[in-house]
């Protein structure tokens, strides 16, 4: 038995081929094997290690497995092995307290220039002056902190728990059979055909194909497809077919639930992984000798049966492979996926080149860096390398390639079981597979990977041993084992703030009414604890916009904030607008509802920005560089009642600014139809000569022709320019629409409304609908049939509202006399008007309460005059209860 420090393991001697047993393992061994398996079990089922209750018994079973590992080494005469792959590991977790050490502002300028700079602009003037660490996200670093040292922990376990044959085989199954069981899962859910986790627990924004508690397809694919390749090598191991049975049986199933999770990097790597266990199994055929029989000949019938499986599974999942397929069915494509995000990730990685940005603070800081807008949120570049380069800067390199030497020297020991070699390539296609997935980074992967290479870094158990780094398992190491247990639940403790957490409470303590003040303390607080978080900043900078111009300008301070950390966070932008505007600001304020525009906000321009705009100015500063959105403003413009004036000048500066682009002539189309409003005939014309030459060919160009010859009184050649048109284009929905405005124009209501019969099949959208509705009604209001008009106006009102929609529902209303019900209807249209174009349909509301008055009082004046009325009305209306108590009494 070796001494403490670096020594000679202790071995025992065993057969080449198949090793036996060393002597009975200790029960604390046991103990210890028990924690582990529970490890492996629990990370999958709690969410595939997303949980985030699951940090406190991840630490507590591995302390417990670490200790209970030691204590039977100790009673068995055994020293404890600490491999090299334990040193990336332990300097890891080293490296992660180190960025939690506050600094002083000196030394956090050399070490990250970046978390210095945070400090001084954003917190520093926020009163925020205390000394502040590496790490951007200091609650994320704590539980990474506690997660490595679990892993430690787990890993060391491992490592001692694996000298017997027996525990050691029996740790790998469980990691076997978890995937099996995942996969069973899977399938009952579809049987079953249930989309929920066992029909509770609905998935909010993961739409897994295999219901698991695995949210990730990528994450479930990588776990199975490291049990299935573990299952095939023990099944290899085993020297009977019944005894290969189980394992190859559970490595099938656990293969086909990678098939059927239609990842298509995990299938991918799946594959990988059976060609690398196969080449290292020829390797060891041909070192040991070319009379050795292969290990496969005696599971022939197993792996047929898992090949079998797999081609099932293929052939069941085949209409979603494919599909899956054809989204990456080019290089073009798949350089436009994850592979087109690395140069972004490397430039925020060579912004922290010494230490990183703290391990686990992407998330929070990496909107910094990002440099094209993106909807959804980045939680991991999904690449290791990466991820190891962004959040431990170049130590934490160094220490990944630490770790691939430890795997090579693990690859290069000699006698190397079955088992091992399945172990090495299920991990090495795992790991490869992070190239473009983020799995190892939860527990439930990292921790089945850890005890597959903890199994195979054992002590070996032959008689010659390369020396190893070993320690007596004296009082001092187990005191060492509790003492990492220790400081892994004490870094819980602050680990326990959340980035989402402390996100939800602002928002919530913002959408209740809570005064700004209050919202501004606790925004503080949250603020100091995620220092690089923008949603904070700005959750706190919206409601003091919201205070109008008595709170714009600390809201602008806080969203510059928000801006300097996200610079493509459109709601920033939007609120940094409203106070600026608030300020008097215009042009600045409109510049920024165009950057929010750009950042990706689709709606902020003709939502938010255009009703406030009331300048060529302004809206010269909201346009952007695209003419495609100058045309949506020139018709949101055209389309507002009052605004034709500014349209007319936003039309000529538009013209002028993108002359010679593709959307010229859809510009100057827009030009014709607003003269053609202004009754301006003769620029009409001209601006129309100029769509012809521009675009001869277009439909638009003859749906223009047609309505400027229809202005001109020209009706007849304009229906015959429309007609001979829909009959090269037809089911054209747009000129089918100005094909039936000009029957219904010219009289001709029953080939209008025939028109509209035929275009029925081709709507494609709300708007499209609602519009054909509107027409329909406009054939029955000259057809007399009021009441059914109206009912396609409220529901072509209820599917696009608009100002418009709703006065011609008030239109027919008042046909109806239905003053009261008119009034309600020209009071919601008026509030889809600027408040300055509101005069007309405030007289025209009051001349419908004026009405409603009369015909109330006209009719009070006829049921007093006449008592058979007032009967009769009693009678048509039925008794209420009023009715019922003054019968009663």
């Not at 003859?702 to 009184?713: C, D, F, I, P, T």
């Amino acid at each position: 038995m070796a001494g403490e420090g670096r020594g000679c393991c202790d071995t025992h001697p065993a057969n080449p081929r198949m090793p036996r047993a060393s002597r009975s393992a200790s029960r604390f061994t046991l103990f210890a094997e028990a924690a582990l398996a529970a490890l492996v079990v629990v990370c999958p089922l709690a969410l595939g290690g997303a949980a985030g209750w699951l940090l406190g018994p991840l630490v507590l079973l591995s302390g417990a497995a670490a200790v209970l590992a030691a204590i039977g080494a100790k009673r068995q005469g055994q020293s404890l092995r600490v491999p090299l792959l334990a040193v990336p590991l332990a300097l890891g977790a080293g490296l992660c307290a180190v960025q939690l050490v506050p600094l002083p502002d000196g030394v956090l300028r050399l070490l990250s220039p970046e978390a210095a700079a945070l400090r001084e602009f954003a917190l520093v003037p926020l009163g925020l002056e205390r000394a502040r660490p590496v790490s951007l996200d200091p609650s994320a670093t704590w539980r990474e902190l506690a997660k490595h040292l679990a892993y430690l922990l787990a890993f060391l376990a491992t490592v001692q728990v694996s000298r017997s044959r027996g525990s050691r085989e029996r740790l790998l199954a469980a990691v076997v059979f978890t995937g099996a069981g995942l996969t069973v899962v899977g399938l009952g859910h579809a049987l079953l055909g249930v989309k929920s986790l066992f029909g509770l627990m609905h998935w909010m924004h993961a739409r897994p194909t295999l219901v698991t508690p695995f949210g990730n397809p990528n994450h479930l694919a990588g776990f199975l497809a490291l049990a299935s390749t573990l299952g095939v090598g023990l099944a290899l191991t085993r020297g009977h077919q019944s005894r290969a049975l189980p394992y190859a049986l559970a490595a099938g199933v656990s293969g086909l639930g990678v098939v059927l999770s239609l990842s298509r990097g995990g299938i991918a790597f799946f594959a990988f992984g059976q060609a690398l266990l196969a080449l290292f199994l020829l390797r060891n055929r041909r070192a040991s000798g070319e009379g050795a029989p292969p290990v496969w000949a005696r599971s022939a019938a197993a792996l047929l049966g898992l090949l079998g499986v797999l081609m099932v599974g293929a052939y069941t999942a085949a209409d979603g492979l494919w599909a899956e397929a054809r989204t990456a069915d080019s290089v073009e494509k798949l350089r436009q996926s994850k592979v087109a995000l690395w140069p972004m990730l490397a430039d925020a990685a060579r912004a922290f080149p010494v230490l990183g940005m703290g391990r686990g603070a992407f998330e929070a800081a990496f909107p910094r860096y990002q440099s094209e807008p993106n909807p959804n949120t980045f939680t991991h570049p999904e690449n290791a390398v990466l991820q190891v380069a962004a959040e431990l800067g170049a130590l934490g390199l160094v220490l990944l390639a630490v770790a691939v030497w430890g795997f090579l020297r693990l690859l290069r020991r000699e006698g190397l079981e079955t088992v091992d070699l399945a172990a090495l390539a299920g991990v090495a296609a795992l790991a490869l597979h992070d190239l473009f997935d983020f799995s190892l980074e939860l527990p439930a992967c990292a921790v089945a990977a850890l005890v597959a290479l903890g199994a195979v870094a054992r002590p070996r158990e032959r008689a010659v041993e390369e020396k190893a780094w070993c320690a007596r398992p004296s009082g001092a190491v187990l005191g060492t084992g509790l003492a990492l247990t220790a400081v892994a639940l004490v870094a819980l403790v602050p680990g326990r703030h959340r980035l989402g957490d402390a996100e939800a409470e602002l928002a919530r303590l913002v959408t209740s009414g809570a005064s700004a003040r209050e919202v501004h303390a606790r925004g503080l607080a949250l603020v100091d604890r995620h220092p690089s978080d923008y949603l904070l900043y700005r959750l706190v900078a919206s409601a003091h916009a919201a205070r109008g111009r008595e709170g714009a300008g600390e809201a602008l301070a806080l969203v510059n904030r928000a801006l300097y950390l996200a610079p493509l966070d459109a709601s920033s932008h939007r609120v940094a607008a409203r106070a600026l505007l608030a300020l008097g600001r215009s042009a600045q304020g409109f510049l920024e509802y165009r950057l929010a525009h750009e950042a990706g906000d689709a709606t902020v321009l003709l939502g938010e920005a255009l009703p406030q705009a009331e300048t060529l100015a302004s809206l010269t500063v909201l346009t952007p560089r695209s003419p495609a959105t100058a045309v949506r403003l020139l018709d949101a413009l055209a389309n507002t009642p009052g605004r034709l004036a500014l349209a007319l000048d936003y039309s000529g500066w538009a013209r002028e600014h993108f002359a010679g682009q593709p959307e010229a002539a859809a510009l100057w189309a827009r030009e014709a139809r607003l003269r053609i409003l202004r009754g301006d005939l003769e620029t009409a014309e001209a601006a129309r000569a100029q769509v012809e030459r521009l675009a001869p060919d277009a439909l638009d160009t003859h749906l223009l022709r047609a309505e400027v010859l229809r202005a001109q009184g020209k009706r007849e050649e304009a229906l015959r320019v429309l007609e001979q048109m829909l009959a090269r284009f037809p089911g054209n929905v747009a000129l089918s629409f100005q094909l039936a405005a000009q029957q219904l124009d010219a009289g001709l209501t029953r080939r209008a409304k025939d028109t509209l019969q035929a275009l029925a099949p081709f709507i494609t959208d709300y708007a499209q609908r609602a519009r054909l509705l509107a027409m329909e009604a406009a054939c029955l209001e000259r057809e007399g049939l009021l009441s059914h008009a109206l009912e396609r106006r409220q529901t072509a009102a209820r599917l696009v509202p608009g100002a418009d929609a709703f006065f011609a529902v008030a239109r027919t209303q008042e046909a109806l006399r239905r003053y009261d019900a008119a009034a309600r209807s020209v009071h919601e249209g008026m509030r889809h008007l600027p408040a300055g174009a509101r005069a007309e349909a405030r007289a025209w509301v009051a001349r419908l309460e004026g009405a409603e008055r009369e015909r109330v009082d006209s009719r009070r004046k006829t049921l007093s005059e006449d008592p058979r009325e007032a009967e009769l009305e009693y009678l048509l209306r039925g008794p209420d209860v009023d009715g019922e108590a003054r019968d009663a009494h």
